[in-house]
């Protein structure tokens, strides 16, 4: 059985973010792609990916069974709308759970539910992108 590795594990926070210098493009211009507007903001941050993302999630997706395609969620999230939603789910957590009221605010390091394997993980240092495969309209 493959270990399964948490993303408060020292291992995940000991690898170095660089920057790469791809520009950030916005996704919403490649027509094939089919762009979920849910997570959609006044600036149009979230459809914007590195250019080297988008081309990787453009192949995959030419590799996709006839009939699916790649459902994009989100991209790019400002840091002050990361904080936001981070703040709004531990805001309901601890009105849900009114024990957690009076303990420690949780840091970025400590995960504040179990990750599941049905529904993607919170967001680390803003790596990782959402999509997902639906059927073609």
Request: proline share 9%.
């Amino acid at each position: 059985m493959t270990e399964i590795i948490l993303m408060s594990d020292p291992r995940v926070e000991a690898v170095p973010v660089r920057e790469s210098g791809e520009p950030l493009v916005d996704a919403s211009l490649r027509k094939a792609l089919l762009i979920d507007d849910r997570k959609h903001d006044d600036a149009g941050a979230f459809a914007h990916l590195r250019s080297g993302v988008l081309d990787r999630l453009m192949e995959a997706q030419s590799h996709l069974p006839d009939g699916l395609r790649l459902l994009f969620v989100e991209g790019y999230r400002p840091p002050g709308l990361q904080r936001f939603y981070f703040q709004a789910y531990f805001d309901g957590l601890r009105a849900a759970h009114p024990l957690l009221a009076g303990g420690p605010r949780p840091t970025g390091r400590q995960p504040l539910c179990v990750p599941s394997r049905d529904r993607p993980a919170q967001r680390r240092r803003g790596r990782r992108r959402d999509a997902r495969r639906r059927k073609r309209p």
